[in-house]
């Protein structure tokens, strides 16, 4: 693959699926430990919150930095801290049940870490790779992270049944120290920033982030991507763990089993999407894809056992990771360069930021009514998205690649949608 004749790439592609790999043990482990030694989804919920509101106050700054430093530099440092704060958590939950205050404190630091890194990850394979070989590069790091997150949930729910949650929790730590080092090489292998494509080369000594973001298409991603995480976080974080344990009675091996479902569904969805040739509207495929996740996600619920329950799972996933691939490859292809980690931050407040509100919601439907009816609320919201992208006609039509990067002048036929 001629990616892959990048050496900062390949290194860059090792580190995030050594990460990955660790990250899908902790996303078992994390939950598991907290609901069973401290109690129900409102506590889980509530230190969800406290990692999800630094990681969305820094999100702007994580991007300001990636433009400024570059994004491996920035996604070495947020490594390095999230390693010792996920050693600090492997330490006290060893040494016995720490208090509920420490697992907040600890998730704070992991947080912020996130914050920072998030920016600066969806900005490196643009720093990388030349614009050609975008959409093949973004499906081997999403696919890298699928697989990687297939089998760590599945490890981490043996571990966490097996020998608790501490052994998970230091082999997360591990990976950041893995993937710092690949980082570091990276850094000293890699090439100078993408220049601006023919397409935005024009603008792209004048245009201003604040010219981005008044670009209607922009404001109704932003509102959209906030209403599909609203409910969707929650969804992933709380409900699916409450869920497994509740209603459907599985021990921590059966939601890791649940949980590599989605890691399945996206790395399926990943190969299906490097498969297709590049696509003149992004926008509008990513669109259709998400809508029939809706009926999907609304019936998992009533699914019964455990096999019919992931294997609806893996098909909306599937269908929600060739959609964001789709998304994510035309917003780097259409964004200026130099504004790219600045503009990722910015939505990526609306996606990722909206984390502590969700999963604090989540928390609250759950306590007072049961896991079961939070997921046709998320289902809702999803559909709301969808409709409102439906109804623009500039995203129905959109095509990165054929057009300049920011118009000065308002898309009237986008007036509908902001």
């Known amino acids: 693959m001629s990616t892959l004749r990048h050496p900062s790439f390949r290194l860059l592609l090792t580190g995030e699926l050594i990460s990955n790999f660790g990250d899908g043990i902790f996303l078992i482990a994390l939950p598991w430990y907290v609901l069973a030694h401290h109690g129900g989804a409102l506590l889980l ?10 990681r969305t106050a820094l999100l702007i700054l994580g991007g300001h930095a990636s433009d400024r430093h570059r994004p491996w530099t920035v996604m070495l440092w947020a490594n390095s801290v999230r390693s010792l704060a996920v050693a600090a958590l492997a330490v006290t939950t ?8 420490v ?30 070989e975008l959409q093949a590069g973004n499906a081997l790091i999403s696919g890298t992270t699928q697989l990687s997150q297939l089998a760590g949930p599945a490890l981490g729910g043996v571990l966490v049944a097996r020998v608790g949650p501490a052994r998970g929790f230091a082999i997360d730590a591990a990976t950041f120290v893995i993937s710092a080092a690949t980082l570091i090489g990276v850094r000293r292998d890699a090439p100078r920033p993408r220049p601006a494509s023919s397409s935005t080369a024009s603008t792209a000594g004048t245009v201003t982030l604040r010219d981005v ?6 404001r109704l991603m932003l509102i959209t991507d906030a209403l599909v995480n609203l409910g969707s976080t929650g969804m992933g974080r709380v409900a699916l763990p409450a869920l497994a344990r509740g209603a459907m009675h ?12 989605m890691g399945a569904g996206l790395l399926l969805g990943t190969i299906l999407a490097a498969s297709i040739p590049a696509v003149r509207r992004p926008f509008y495929v990513y669109t259709l894809a998400l809508l029939p996740t809706v009926p999907l996600i609304a019936a998992l619920p009533y699914s019964g056992t455990l096999i019919p329950t992931a294997a609806i799972i893996t098909t909306a996933f599937i269908l929600i990771a060739v959609g964001n691939l789709l998304l994510i490859t035309g917003l780097q292809q259409w964004a200026p360069p130099q504004l790219l980690g600045r503009l990722t931050g910015v939505l990526m407040l609306a996606s990722v930021g909206m984390m502590p509100i969700s999963t604090l919601i989540a928390g609250l439907v759950i306590h007072l009514t049961g896991p079961r009816l939070y997921f046709p609320l998320d289902a809702a919201t999803i559909a709301i998205a969808a409709l409102a992208q439906l109804t623009s006609r500039a995203w129905r ?10 118009s000065n002048e308002p898309d009237s036929q986008t007036a509908a949608a902001r």
């Open 45 to 54: 919920g509530t230190v969800l919150t406290a990692y999800g509101a630094p």
């Open 103 to 132: 697992l907040i404190l600890i998730a704070i630091v992991l947080g912020a870490g996130e914050g920072m890194f998030i920016p600066a990850s969806e900005v490196i394979v643009p720093a990388l790779l030349p614009s050609g």
């Open 397 to 406: 039509q959109f095509e990165p690649t054929s057009q300049d990067t920011v």
């Open 250 to 261: 599985l021990d921590a091996s059966g939601y890791g089993t649940l949980s590599a479902a």
């Open 94 to 101: 060893a040494s016995g049940t720490p208090h509920g205050l």
């Open 213 to 218: 973001l008044a670009q209607p298409i922009v």
